[in-house]
């Protein structure tokens, strides 16, 4: 590895220097359009000033808000857009490449005016979130962060990672744990519609997998939030993805193409005709590993293969009162890990044969139609669905026959609509209601000792509906203090439980740069649906089964945050939360009084009992640090640190630490970016995680040894923590310019120390012992792109 790792970066480093010989000058076109935050209508007159030039350079934005540069210098540049009425905005250091134009969407706020002190400066802010309703717990993350940051590997998720209060369950996978949640209470939206679980080998009921499905080249300035979110955002206890695809060039014809470890992929873009501002996307990506096993490579993990491929588009559409989109993500997968040919060294399964498939997809259809120029309705219709399967044999038991046969299946049909109103700078209104039709197949079953018959704990084909309402007002007292109120109400006509959620958020900028802000309100979430439908057997003779979790509340959570933010000068930020979370009705189950599903959902199987109850309840508790410095001048830097108590109790009401209580992380990232020649950029960046191990449920060995197969002690649960985790990644970038394309190389250094941070501990049958198995160690990973 090592020995083709240096033949690589040899061919590259001769390659660059062949190219960048020359002081050529290329040139590209930048653009966009200027829109109002709120109302999202373009702002005609807009002064619009490419900052750094010498003579400065400006232009104006015309009557759809529209502006244009031509023939600009490819490099980094910084623009300022103002207006009279209007907070100026800063973009600081986009990237302008020759394989493609540079076309941004400007989000312009308006004032609110109080005579006795105007004041009017820019508004530096890339941390703070696109939606104007988010005042506390919320930040956007850009294009640029998800692949500059070390480690993050072009994911959402694992750049999230990154930011204060969240940490990740594993290196195989992208799970995410915020403020000592489960990662089950994340809630995904991708343009503005709920979608299951967005990632390859991702079972329905998580939130996470080893591969995100969504590309980053389509995406646009989108938000994550930790806690205490708008009322637009409803059956989630943890937090939210609000995902945003961007538009497809409506002028230019674009490509894309990129070989790297995640996968192959292609990508193009452009308008729909000449006469139209209508435009396309598209992304197709296929497993690397795979094509190179067919073409007989091998990796040592034998036949535990990933195989997957995704898909996603959009087509976007203006109108004259409005505008429609096409949207649309999709993938399948399959792997099987046997532990027959010793795959388990890389899975920690342990005598078992696992043959599993997923598929997710989602496709909606977007409408927003402009009443007036305060008042509009967006109004959505999607389907989306997942399904998976499992056969898993196990080797000590019948090894000929399935011990679990498993096939779960969700088909969602959705219809949402909101309406927005500005009735003054100061007062906004959002409404609307989302309902939710589910076509759901679920089942599974388990070989019963002497191996002649099997018990059916799932078998259920129906359907059910899930309707939500929710309303939030924003009074802007002044442009330094601002109130946000809403309340969200949510339906299950399963079993015809409901909740009422009232939210408040306060944003008080009391000095300049520096605010306080506060949020509280109550939050509540489904059960995963096929825990509704788990059943027992009754009747042994008559194989009569009763199904005893149908009638299961929500579970419940308050959420209280504080927040302290100061502006250190124009590029540094400090900003300090602390926050108080209580759990409750959470489900939990008689016969076995330490559970609590509240500990679900950090890995690929998923606990469940029958006649569980709600008695449950936990708390999350802590306090969050962040150090950031923006890219300028080829520099950057972002520091967080969390420490943190999350606790729970069961059925037997003993506290006990979750199964996500790390207890503390600490995250370094920083980067320099130098120009090399006049066309061609090279970056260094690394990232330092620092974290307390995962806790633990022993491994009861007497009692495994007796039993011949897996026992915990679960008198001991979550007592002890594994040992604490350490990983440092790098990654170097080179990115060069050339006539109507652009290239990119990039090398990806994971676990540069080569630690061995322990992933799982699990009993071998037939050595009667306790293994333990270790998370990724040192990998690199190459990547190359290609936009022409």
């Known amino acids: 590895m090592k020995k083709i790792s240096l033949t690589i970066a040899s061919v590259l480093i001769l390659q660059s220097a062949t190219l960048t010989s020359g002081a050529q000058e290329f040139t590209q076109t930048f653009r966009g359009k200027v829109i109002d935050a709120y109302t999202e209508l373009p702002l005609p007159g807009a002064t619009v000033i490419l900052q750094d030039t010498d003579p400065m350079k400006g232009t104006t934005s015309d009557m759809d808000g529209n502006f244009r540069f031509e023939n600009l210098p490819v490099g980094r540049i910084n623009v300022k857009v103002s207006m009279l009425g209007y907070k100026p905005a800063v973009l600081s250091n986009l990237l302008l490449a020759s394989g493609r134009e540079l076309v941004v969407e400007v989000k312009l706020e308006e004032q609110v005016y109080s005579m006795e002190d105007i004041s009017i400066r820019p508004d530096f802010r890339k941390d703070q979130a696109v939606n104007e309703m988010a005042v506390v717990s919320a930040r956007s993350f850009t294009i640029d962060e998800t692949e500059r940051f070390a480690g993050s590997l072009g994911d959402p998720s694992r750049m999230a990672a990154n930011y204060a209060g969240v940490s990740s369950v594993s290196d195989q996978r992208n799970d995410i744990v915020i403020r000592g949640n489960s990662p089950l209470g994340l809630l995904w939206r991708l343009e503005g519609v709920e979608i299951p679980n967005p990632n390859h080998f991702g079972s329905i009921g998580s939130t996470g997998g080893p591969i995100s499905m969504l590309n980053i080249n389509h995406l646009t300035n989108s938000d994550f939030y930790t806690a205490a979110f708008p009322a637009e955002f409803g059956n989630a206890l943890a937090g939210a993805f609000d995902i945003k695809m961007r538009n497809g060039n409506n002028q230019k014809h674009e490509f894309m193409g990129k070989i790297g470890f995640n996968g192959f992929e292609l990508g193009a873009e452009g308008p729909l005709s000449k006469n139209s501002q209508a435009s396309y996307m598209a992304n197709f990506r296929y497993s690397t590993l795979e094509v190179l096993h067919a073409a007989g490579m091998s990796f040592g993990t034998g036949s535990a293969i990933p195989k997957y491929k995704d898909l996603s588009f959009k087509i976007n559409v203006p109108l004259e009162n409005g505008r429609i989109s096409l949207f ?222 149908m009638d299961l509340d929500f579970s419940r959570s308050v959420h209280f945050v504080a927040g302290y933010d100061r502006l250190l000068g124009e590029e540094h930020r400090m900003k300090v939360e602390v926050y108080y979370q209580r759990l409750y009705n959470v489900p939990v189950a008689w016969r076995r009084p330490e559970y609590s599903i509240i500990n679900q959902g950090g890995g690929y199987s998923f606990l469940a009992y029958d006649n569980m109850e709600n008695s449950g309840s936990g708390e ?10 923006f890219l300028n ?9 969390s420490v943190f108590d999350s606790g729970y109790r069961g059925y037997d009401r003993v506290w006990r630490n979750s199964a996500f209580n790390n207890n503390f992380v600490f995250n370094v990232l920083s980067g320099y970016e130098w120009k090399a020649g006049n066309s061609s950029l090279l970056s260094a960046d690394i990232k330092m995680v620092y974290a307390g191990g995962h806790r633990k449920l022993p491994i009861d060995e007497q009692q495994s040894i007796a039993d011949n197969a897996l026992r915990y002690d679960w008198s001991r649960a979550y007592e002890e923590r594994f040992p604490d985790y350490f990983r440092l990644n790098g990654r170097i970038t080179f990115r060069l310019n050339r006539n109507n394309a652009d290239h990119e190389w990039a090398l990806d250094l994971q676990n540069m120390t080569n630690r061995e941070n322990i992933f799982v501990q699990n009993w071998d049958s037939s050595e009667q012992k306790v293994e333990t198995y270790y998370q990724m160690g040192f990998m690199p990973m190459m990547t190359y792109r290609i936009y022409f």
């Open 633 to 641: 001048r080829g520099f950057y830097y972002l520091v967080t640190a």
């Open 620 to 629: 999350n508790k802590g306090v969050e640090l962040t150090l950031e410095k």
């Open 328 to 549: 649309g993500l999709g993938g399948d997968n399959s792997i099987a890990m046997l532990s027959s040919e010793e795959d388990d060294a890389q899975y920690g399964f342990t005598g078992v044969d696992l043959y599993n498939t997923n598929r997710m997809g989602v496709t909606g259809l977007n409408h927003v139609y402009y009443l007036n120029d305060n008042s509009r309705f967006t109004t959505s219709l999607a389907v989306s669905g997942i399904e998976s399967t499992a056969d898993i044999y196990d080797l000590d038991f019948y090894p000929d026959r399935q011990r679990i046969i498993e096939s779960l299946s969700e088909v969602k049909y959705t219809l949402s609509t909101k309406y927005s109103h500005r009735f003054s700078s100061r007062n906004y209104l959002n409404a609307g209601f989302v309902y939710d039709f589910y076509d759901v197949s679920y089942t599974g079953q388990q070989l019963q000792s002497p191996g002649d018959h099997y018990l059916h704990y799932l078998d259920n084909r129906g359907s059910m509906g899930f309707s939500r309402f929710f309303a939030e007002w924003q009074h802007r007292f002044s442009d330094q203090l601002s109130v946000t109120s809403g309340l969200h109400t949510s339906r299950l006509f399963l079993n015809d439980s409901y909740a009422l959620e009232p939210r408040m958020g306060i944003k008080w900028e009391f000095a300049e740069g520096q605010s306080f802000n506060f949020g509280a309100g109550m939050h509540s979430q489904t059960q995963m649906k096929a825990v509704y439908f788990s059943q027992r057997l009754t009747d042994t003779l008559n194989l009569a089964y009763e199904k005893t979790n």
